[in-house]
């Protein structure tokens, strides 16, 4: 899933995510905007799903790091 966000880059452009799914229910979120990997969610055996990765709550977090 591809989408466009409403909020700009710090060089005026647009930007996008990119959602990707498996079937085995891990969910990978990606940033065009400097090629940023934002999300790993990963299943876990007792049906728990863990975020795998460090980072900041929102694409616009990502200008201040």
Do not use: F, H, K
Not at 35 to 50: C, E, H, K, Q
């Amino acid at each position: 899933m591809l989408n466009e966000t409403p909020a700009l880059a710090p060089d005026g452009q647009p930007y996008r995510l990119l959602t990707l799914r498996n079937n085995a229910g891990m969910v990978v979120t990606l940033m065009d905007w400097g090629a940023t990997l934002l999300s790993a969610r990963i299943p876990l055996s007792d049906g728990s799903v863990r975020e795998a990765l460090l980072g900041c709550a929102s694409p616009e977090g990502n200008q201040d790091q």
